[in-house]
T-cell receptor, first 116, second 114 residues
Framework: AQKITQTQPGMFVQEKEAVTLDCTYDTSDPSYGLFWYKQPSSGEMIFLIYQGSYDQQNATEGRYSLNFQKARKSANLVISASQLGDSAMYFCAMRELLYNTDKLIFGTGTRLQVFP | DVKVTQSSRYLVKRTGEKVFLECVQDMDHENMFWYRQDPGLGLRLIYFSYDVKMKEKGDIPEGYSVSREKKERFSLILESASTNQTSMYLC?????????????FGPGTRLTVL
């Protein structure tokens, strides 16, 4: 079964608008971390934001925020005031602590295109 | 800033060739990783290493091997390249720490096997 599910292969948003990229996850580990990465066409994966399973508040980093709904096992990325430079692939990933491993499990990604 | 570099951005090899992909990180990180990325499949872990000379299989190790002789360097080896190994290969590193520490990625190597 997929541990990280990103159901939107592609999304379009107009410049200056907000956009939400969906991510749901599946784990029985009470301690886990959720990450979002951006991958521009250059190929490098850029870390955007992190949410811990025990964090009480939703994570925010500048224009990025994470809408964490633990009971629904969702960790959606919200980008406010989209810019043309936000056009990229976005990946949601999870690390579980239960197995004492540093492995990240990635979703299949969402391609975001920002238009003027 | 953490820097992870990979030896080549683009590589073209022939079927049956031995291929070396090199990754170097400059932040004294214990853990290093090799992923391959294919459209519609996301990133899949090939191998990882948590110390010099140590290695662990990831989810898709078949057809690959790795070498970590120095802490800063992690090499991925395709013993006999095949066309189904045409892919984007990403290296990453992280400190040996808690659940919240991110992995830092290199720029990737786009490998084509003809």
């Amino acid at each position: 079964a997929q541990k990280i599910t990103q159901t939107q292969p592609g999304m379009f948003v107009q410049e200056k608008e907000a956009v939400t990229l969906d991510c749901t996850y599946d784990t029985s580990d009470p301690s886990y971390g959720l990450f979002w990465y951006k991958q521009p066409s250059s190929g490098e994966m850029i870390f955007l934001i992190y949410q811990g399973s025990y964090d009480q508040q939703n994570a925010t980093e500048g224009r990025y925020s994470l809408n964490f709904q633990k009971a629904r096992k969702s960790a959606n990325l919200v980008i406010s005031a989209s810019q043309l430079g936000d056009s990229a692939m976005y990946f949601c990933a999870m690390r579980e602590l239960l197995y004492n491993t540093d492995k990240l499990i990635f979703g299949t990604g969402t391609r975001l295109q920002v238009f003027p | 800033d953490v820097k992870v570099t990979q030896s080549s951005r683009y590589l073209v090899k022939r079927t049956g060739e031995k291929v070396f992909l090199e990754c170097v990180q400059d932040m004294d990180h214990e853990n290093m990783f090799w992923y391959r990325q294919d459209p519609g499949l996301g990133l899949r872990l090939i191998y990882f290493s948590y110390d010099v000379k140590m290695k662990e299989k990831g989810d898709i190790p078949e057809g690959y091997s790795v070498s970590r002789e120095k802490k800063e360097r992690f090499s991925l080896i395709l013993e006999s390249a095949s066309t189904n190994q045409t892919s984007m290969y990403l290296c990453a590193s992280t400190i040996l720490a808690g659940v919240g520490d991110t992995q830092y990625f290199g720029p990737g190597t786009r490998l084509t096997v003809l």
